[in-house]
T-cell receptor
Framework: GAVVSQHPSRVICKSGTSVKIECRSL??????MFWYRQFPKQSLMLMAT?????????EQGVEKDKFLINHASLTLSTLTVTSAHPEDSSFYIC????????????FGPGTRLTVL | KQEVTQIPAALSVPEGENLVLNCSFT??????LQWFRQDPGKGLTSLLL?????REQTSGRLNASLDKSSGRSTLYIAASQPGDSATYLC????????FGTGTSLTVIP
Protein backbone atom coordinates (compact mmCIF):
# COMPACT_ATOMS: atom_id res chain seq x y z
CA GLY A 1 0.00 0.00 0.00
CA ALA A 2 0.91 3.67 -0.16
CA VAL A 3 3.12 5.24 2.47
CA VAL A 4 1.70 8.44 3.90
CA SER A 5 3.49 10.76 6.29
CA GLN A 6 2.28 13.68 8.35
CA HIS A 7 4.21 16.51 9.90
CA PRO A 8 4.28 17.43 12.65
CA SER A 9 3.17 14.43 14.69
CA ARG A 10 2.35 16.67 17.65
CA VAL A 11 1.88 20.39 17.95
CA ILE A 12 0.95 22.65 20.84
CA CYS A 13 -0.02 26.22 20.12
CA LYS A 14 -1.60 29.22 21.78
CA SER A 15 -5.17 30.21 21.14
CA GLY A 16 -5.48 32.56 18.19
CA THR A 17 -2.47 31.30 16.29
CA SER A 18 -2.47 29.33 13.04
CA VAL A 19 -1.08 25.85 12.61
CA LYS A 20 -0.13 24.09 9.38
CA ILE A 21 -0.20 20.31 9.07
CA GLU A 22 1.42 18.58 6.11
CA CYS A 23 0.36 15.31 4.54
CA ARG A 24 2.73 13.66 2.09
CA SER A 25 2.23 10.64 -0.11
CA LEU A 26 5.73 9.21 -0.35
CA UNK A 27 5.34 6.62 -3.08
CA UNK A 28 1.93 7.18 -4.59
CA UNK A 29 0.36 9.69 -6.93
CA UNK A 30 -2.51 10.90 -4.80
CA UNK A 31 -5.14 12.55 -6.96
CA UNK A 32 -7.44 12.74 -3.96
CA MET A 33 -6.60 13.40 -0.33
CA PHE A 34 -8.93 13.35 2.61
CA TRP A 35 -8.69 15.12 5.97
CA TYR A 36 -10.32 13.59 9.02
CA ARG A 37 -10.68 14.72 12.61
CA GLN A 38 -10.98 12.42 15.58
CA PHE A 39 -12.02 13.58 19.04
CA PRO A 40 -11.20 11.41 22.07
CA LYS A 41 -13.12 8.16 22.17
CA GLN A 42 -14.90 9.01 18.93
CA SER A 43 -14.51 7.73 15.42
CA LEU A 44 -13.07 9.56 12.47
CA MET A 45 -15.14 12.28 10.89
CA LEU A 46 -14.40 13.43 7.36
CA MET A 47 -13.66 17.15 7.23
CA ALA A 48 -12.90 17.69 3.58
CA THR A 49 -11.89 16.11 0.31
CA UNK A 50 -9.28 17.71 -1.85
CA UNK A 51 -8.40 16.95 -5.43
CA UNK A 52 -5.05 17.99 -6.81
CA UNK A 53 -5.23 21.38 -8.44
CA UNK A 54 -8.77 22.22 -7.42
CA UNK A 55 -10.61 23.57 -4.41
CA UNK A 56 -11.41 21.28 -1.53
CA UNK A 57 -14.94 20.07 -0.84
CA UNK A 58 -15.89 20.55 2.79
CA GLU A 59 -18.34 18.47 4.78
CA GLN A 60 -21.33 20.10 6.36
CA GLY A 61 -20.44 21.93 9.53
CA VAL A 62 -16.76 22.37 8.68
CA GLU A 63 -15.74 26.00 8.21
CA LYS A 64 -13.72 26.33 5.04
CA ASP A 65 -12.31 29.69 6.08
CA LYS A 66 -11.04 28.21 9.31
CA PHE A 67 -9.63 24.99 7.93
CA LEU A 68 -7.68 25.91 4.82
CA ILE A 69 -6.71 23.02 2.58
CA ASN A 70 -4.19 23.21 -0.21
CA HIS A 71 -3.46 20.25 -2.51
CA ALA A 72 -0.84 21.75 -4.75
CA SER A 73 0.75 18.54 -6.00
CA LEU A 74 0.07 14.82 -6.25
CA THR A 75 2.22 14.21 -3.19
CA LEU A 76 1.41 17.04 -0.80
CA SER A 77 -1.66 18.42 0.88
CA THR A 78 -1.68 20.89 3.74
CA LEU A 79 -4.30 21.70 6.34
CA THR A 80 -4.03 25.05 8.07
CA VAL A 81 -6.06 25.62 11.19
CA THR A 82 -6.46 29.37 11.38
CA SER A 83 -7.08 31.27 14.60
CA ALA A 84 -7.05 28.04 16.55
CA HIS A 85 -9.15 27.67 19.68
CA PRO A 86 -9.07 25.03 22.42
CA GLU A 87 -12.09 23.29 20.88
CA ASP A 88 -9.98 22.66 17.76
CA SER A 89 -7.75 20.39 19.82
CA SER A 90 -8.05 17.02 18.16
CA PHE A 91 -6.29 14.27 16.25
CA TYR A 92 -6.08 15.14 12.56
CA ILE A 93 -5.49 12.33 10.07
CA CYS A 94 -5.07 12.49 6.33
CA UNK A 95 -5.55 9.75 3.80
CA UNK A 96 -4.81 9.35 0.13
CA UNK A 97 -6.61 7.66 -2.70
CA UNK A 98 -5.95 7.29 -6.38
CA UNK A 99 -9.42 8.66 -7.00
CA UNK A 100 -11.44 5.71 -8.28
CA UNK A 101 -14.26 4.53 -6.07
CA UNK A 102 -13.02 0.98 -5.66
CA UNK A 103 -9.59 1.85 -4.36
CA UNK A 104 -8.37 1.68 -0.82
CA UNK A 105 -7.52 4.64 1.26
CA UNK A 106 -4.13 4.81 2.93
CA PHE A 107 -3.85 6.77 6.12
CA GLY A 108 -1.14 8.89 7.63
CA PRO A 109 -0.03 8.47 11.25
CA GLY A 110 -2.00 11.52 12.41
CA THR A 111 -1.19 14.85 14.04
CA ARG A 112 -2.15 15.60 17.62
CA LEU A 113 -3.09 19.29 17.93
CA THR A 114 -3.41 20.86 21.36
CA VAL A 115 -4.54 24.47 21.57
CA LEU A 116 -3.90 26.14 24.90
CA LYS B 1 -26.88 9.25 5.29
CA GLN B 2 -24.86 6.10 5.90
CA GLU B 3 -24.58 5.03 9.54
CA VAL B 4 -22.04 2.49 10.67
CA THR B 5 -22.35 0.73 14.01
CA GLN B 6 -19.87 -1.55 15.71
CA ILE B 7 -20.70 -4.00 18.44
CA PRO B 8 -19.40 -4.52 21.04
CA ALA B 9 -17.85 -1.17 21.93
CA ALA B 10 -15.29 -2.93 24.10
CA LEU B 11 -14.16 -6.50 24.46
CA SER B 12 -11.73 -8.20 26.81
CA VAL B 13 -10.65 -11.78 26.16
CA PRO B 14 -7.94 -14.15 27.44
CA GLU B 15 -5.04 -14.90 25.14
CA GLY B 16 -5.67 -17.69 22.67
CA GLU B 17 -9.39 -17.15 22.35
CA ASN B 18 -11.09 -16.75 18.98
CA LEU B 19 -13.29 -13.68 18.69
CA VAL B 20 -15.69 -11.92 16.36
CA LEU B 21 -16.18 -8.20 15.90
CA ASN B 22 -19.34 -6.94 14.26
CA CYS B 23 -20.01 -4.05 11.95
CA SER B 24 -23.38 -3.03 10.51
CA PHE B 25 -24.28 -0.32 8.03
CA THR B 26 -27.59 1.14 6.93
CA UNK B 27 -27.06 1.73 3.20
CA UNK B 28 -26.08 -1.32 1.19
CA UNK B 29 -24.99 0.78 -1.81
CA UNK B 30 -21.30 0.61 -1.02
CA UNK B 31 -18.17 0.17 -3.11
CA UNK B 32 -16.17 -1.61 -0.45
CA LEU B 33 -15.69 -2.17 3.25
CA GLN B 34 -12.39 -1.88 5.02
CA TRP B 35 -11.27 -2.99 8.48
CA PHE B 36 -8.59 -0.98 10.26
CA ARG B 37 -6.62 -1.23 13.43
CA GLN B 38 -5.78 1.85 15.47
CA ASP B 39 -3.33 1.83 18.34
CA PRO B 40 -3.65 4.55 21.02
CA GLY B 41 -2.61 7.95 19.67
CA LYS B 42 -1.69 6.47 16.30
CA GLY B 43 -3.04 6.47 12.79
CA LEU B 44 -4.90 3.68 11.04
CA THR B 45 -3.45 0.45 9.74
CA SER B 46 -5.46 -1.25 7.03
CA LEU B 47 -6.17 -4.89 7.81
CA LEU B 48 -8.54 -6.11 5.14
CA LEU B 49 -10.42 -4.62 2.21
CA UNK B 50 -13.52 -6.33 0.84
CA UNK B 51 -14.93 -5.13 -2.45
CA UNK B 52 -18.72 -5.01 -2.73
CA UNK B 53 -18.70 -8.03 -5.05
CA UNK B 54 -16.72 -10.15 -2.60
CA ARG B 55 -17.95 -12.19 0.36
CA GLU B 56 -14.80 -12.47 2.42
CA GLN B 57 -11.11 -11.79 2.68
CA THR B 58 -8.45 -13.51 4.74
CA SER B 59 -5.06 -12.42 5.96
CA GLY B 60 -3.21 -14.61 8.41
CA ARG B 61 -5.30 -15.00 11.56
CA LEU B 62 -7.85 -12.49 10.32
CA ASN B 63 -10.95 -13.24 8.29
CA ALA B 64 -13.50 -10.63 7.29
CA SER B 65 -16.87 -11.36 5.76
CA LEU B 66 -19.34 -9.09 4.03
CA ASP B 67 -23.08 -9.54 3.57
CA LYS B 68 -24.01 -6.44 1.66
CA SER B 69 -27.71 -7.21 1.41
CA SER B 70 -28.10 -7.38 5.18
CA GLY B 71 -25.63 -4.56 5.81
CA ARG B 72 -23.25 -6.59 7.94
CA SER B 73 -19.60 -7.45 8.18
CA THR B 74 -17.68 -9.47 10.72
CA LEU B 75 -14.01 -9.58 11.55
CA TYR B 76 -12.88 -12.91 12.94
CA ILE B 77 -9.60 -13.05 14.84
CA ALA B 78 -8.24 -16.51 15.52
CA ALA B 79 -6.00 -17.41 18.43
CA SER B 80 -5.86 -13.89 19.82
CA GLN B 81 -2.58 -12.49 21.15
CA PRO B 82 -1.80 -9.58 23.50
CA GLY B 83 -0.37 -7.74 20.51
CA ASP B 84 -3.85 -7.73 18.97
CA SER B 85 -4.97 -5.27 21.65
CA ALA B 86 -6.12 -2.13 19.83
CA THR B 87 -9.23 -0.40 18.56
CA TYR B 88 -10.70 -1.96 15.44
CA LEU B 89 -12.60 0.26 13.05
CA CYS B 90 -14.71 -0.68 10.08
CA UNK B 91 -15.40 1.77 7.31
CA UNK B 92 -17.69 1.54 4.32
CA UNK B 93 -17.07 3.41 1.11
CA UNK B 94 -20.00 5.02 -0.61
CA UNK B 95 -19.41 8.51 -1.91
CA UNK B 96 -16.97 8.86 0.96
CA UNK B 97 -15.69 6.70 3.76
CA UNK B 98 -18.02 6.31 6.74
CA PHE B 99 -16.41 5.01 9.90
CA GLY B 100 -17.87 3.04 12.75
CA THR B 101 -17.20 4.03 16.34
CA GLY B 102 -14.84 1.13 16.85
CA THR B 103 -14.39 -1.87 19.12
CA SER B 104 -11.70 -1.58 21.76
CA LEU B 105 -10.09 -4.99 22.14
CA THR B 106 -7.95 -6.07 25.08
CA VAL B 107 -6.28 -9.47 24.98
CA ILE B 108 -5.18 -10.54 28.44
CA PRO B 109 -1.97 -12.56 28.66
Amino acid sequence: GAVVSQHPSRVICKSGTSVKIECRSLDFQATTMFWYRQFPKQSLMLMATSNEGSKATYEQGVEKDKFLINHASLTLSTLTVTSAHPEDSSFYICSVSSGTSYNEQFFGPGTRLTVL
Amino acid sequence: KQEVTQIPAALSVPEGENLVLNCSFTDSAIYNLQWFRQDPGKGLTSLLLIQSSQREQTSGRLNASLDKSSGRSTLYIAASQPGDSATYLCAVKGGQFYFGTGTSLTVIP
